[in-house]
C-alpha cells in the first residue's frame, strides 16, 4: 500500500519483524519496535503510527523518554480532538451506567455514584484515571499524552457527570518517570475532599486529598462484598487494612471479631472513623503496624484465625523487582497460613501487573508446602468489572485475588 502523508506532528513506523500484538488488539508500541519517527512531534503529542511499509495502523500519544513510546488511541483515522474525547469518556460512564444495571457492580442497579469511571487503556483513554466519589471525581494522569488530553477529559467529565468538582491525585509517582510534575489541586469547581460513600451496605469515607492513589481502593469492591459468606461467626484479621475496607465488611457480615493492621497511621485513623460511623466498633479493632512482623508475633503468641485477608500494595513496581517481590508475597502468605486454623480462609491478593496470575498460584503451592498445609481454590478472582479488561493487553488484568480453604 502507498505510503501516504501524515496528519498528526509526526509519525512512528515500526520495525519489520516484529509479533502482530498491536494488530491484535494491544495499545503499546515499545521503543525497541520503532524503525523510524519522522516529523516534528513533541512528547506528549500525538502521532500516526505506521508498519514498516507505512500503512496507517492508528494514533497514539508519544512520548520518546518512555519504554511505551506510543499508547494507541485509535485504529480509526480520526483527529483525537474534544468530540473524540468527549465519546470515549461518554462510552466508558455508559459501561459503567449498563454494569450496574446488570447487577455487576453489586445489588444496587442505579447508575454508581461510588465507581471507576475511567480505567485508562481499558477504556480508551490510556493513562488516564477517573474515579467517582459522590459528587466529586478524582482523575489522574499517568502520562504525558495524558496530560495534554486533560482539559478534554475534564470536559467531558463534567458534561457526563455534572460533578461539584474534579481533583487531580497528580501525585503518583510514576509522572515523574515521565518526566511530569507532582501536583494536587482542584482543577474544576471545588467539593468535599472527605466524600461519605456507599460502599455497597456501608457508609464509608474517602480521603480524596492525603489518600493512597485516588484515596479508596474501588478495583478490590466486588472481592470485598465476595467475602460475606465466609464471615458469621469468624474470628477475622485483614493484614493490610487501609481505611476499612475487607474489615468493615467482615463485621457487617457478622463476623466475630475482626482486627485490622495497616502500617499508615492516617489510614487506621480513617479505619476507626469509618467502624464507628457504620456502628460496629463493639467488633472490630485497628491498630498500626507492619503486616508482616505482625503475623510473625500473632503466630508466636498461638493466636488462630478463621479467615484472613491479605492485600498488600504491590511489592513488584517493574519486572526487575520481580523475584524480590516473589519473597515478599511468598513470605506475606506463610505467615499467614501460620494462623488459620484447619478448614478456615485465606483471601490473598497481589496487584502487581508483572505477576502473571499463574506464578502468584505457584508463590501459594509453595507457601503451603513450607507450611505443610494443602490449599482448595474457592474462587479465582480479578478486579472490580468498572476496571474492564482488554483480554489482547494481559497488563490490564491486574489484580489477583484467590479465595482459598486450608485444609
Ligand atoms: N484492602 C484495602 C486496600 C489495601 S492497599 C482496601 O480494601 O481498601 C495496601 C495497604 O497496605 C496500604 O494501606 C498500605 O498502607 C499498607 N501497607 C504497606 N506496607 C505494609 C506493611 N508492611 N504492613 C502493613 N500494611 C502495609
Known amino acids: 500500500m502507498a505510503d501516504r502523508q501524515f496528519r498528526e506532528p509526526g509519525r512512528v513506523r515500526l520495525v519489520r519483524h516484529r509479533t502482530p500484538r498491536l494488530e491484535m488488539g494491544h ?23 505506521a508498519d514498516h511499509r507505512g500503512r496507517y495502523l492508528g494514533r497514539g500519544f508519544w512520548n520518546p523518554d518512555s519504554q511505551i513510546t506510543v499508547r494507541l488511541l485509535t485504529r480509526e483515522d480520526r483527529p483525537v480532538d474534544a468530540p473524540f474525547i468527549h465519546e470515549r469518556v461518554r462510552a466508558a460512564w455508559q459501561h459503567r451506567i449498563w454494569l450496574a444495571a446488570r447487577g455487576f457492580l453489586g445489588p444496587r442497579t442505579d447508575p454508581p455514584s461510588l465507581a471507576r469511571v475511567v480505567n485508562a487503556e481499558a477504556d480508551g483513554l490510556p493513562a488516564v484515571i477517573a474515579d467517582r466519589f459522590g459528587d466529586i471525581v478524582v482523575v489522574q494522569a499517568l502520562a504525558r499524552g495524558a496530560e495534554r488530553l486533560l482539559p478534554a477529559v475534564l470536559d467531558a467529565l463534567e458534561a457526563t457527570l455534572q460533578p461539584r468538582g ?49 484515596g479508596y481502593f474501588l478495583d ?17 484479621l485483614d493484614a493490610f487494612c487501609y481505611t476499612g475496607g475487607f474489615a468493615l465488611h467482615a463485621a ?27 456502628s460496629l466498633s463493639d467488633r472490630i479493632r485497628f491498630r498500626a503496624g507492619n503486616a508482616f512482623d505482625e503475623l510473625r508475633a500473632l503466630h508466636r503468641a498461638g493466636q488462630i484465625y478463621d479467615l484472613v485477608i491479605l492485600d498488600p500494595p504491590s511489592f513488584a513496581r517493574s519486572r526487575a523487582a520481580l523475584p524480590g517481590a516473589i519473597r515478599g508475597y511468598k513470605e506475606i502468605n506463610l505467615r499467614a497460613l501460620g494462623i488459620i486454623r484447619p478448614g478456615g480462609f485465606l483471601v490473598t491478593s497481589s496487584c502487581s501487573y508483572h505477576l502473571s496470575a499463574e506464578d502468584f498460584r505457584q508463590i501459594l503451592v509453595e507457601a503451603a508446602w513450607d507450611a505443610r498445609r494443602s490449599l482448595r481454590l ?10 474492564p479488561v482488554l483480554l489482547a493487553a494481559p497488563e490490564t488484568r491486574y489484580l489477583k485475588c484467590l479465595f482459598l480453604q486450608v485444609l
Open 220 to 236: 478490590q469492591a466486588a472481592n470485598r462484598r465476595a467475602i460475606a459468606p465466609l464471615c458469621p461467626g469468624a474470628r477475622v
Open 252 to 278: 457487617y457480615h457478622d463476623a466475630a471479631e475482626v482486627t485490622g493492621i495497616d502500617s499508615s497511621s492516617e489510614a487506621i485513623e480513617l479505619a476507626t472513623t469509618n467502624a464507628e460511623r457504620n
Open 27 to 49: 495499545p503499546w508500541v515499545f521503543r525497541s519496535e520503532i524503525e523510524t519517527t519522522d516529523g516534528t512531534a513533541q512528547p506528549g503529542d500525538v502521532v500516526e503510527v
Open 378 to 387: 474457592l474462587d479465582e478472582r480479578g478486579q472490580s468489572p468498572d476496571h
Open 166 to 214: 474534579i481533583f487531580a491525585r497528580n501525585d503518583a509517582p510514576v509522572r515523574a518517570r515521565e518526566g511530569l510534575p507532582l501536583a494536587k489541586g482542584w482543577l474544576r469547581g471545588t467539593g468535599s475532599l472527605r466524600p461519605v460513600v456507599d460502599d455497597g451496605p456501608l457508609q464509608v469515607e474517602v480521603d480524596g486529598e492525603g489518600g493512597q492513589k485516588t
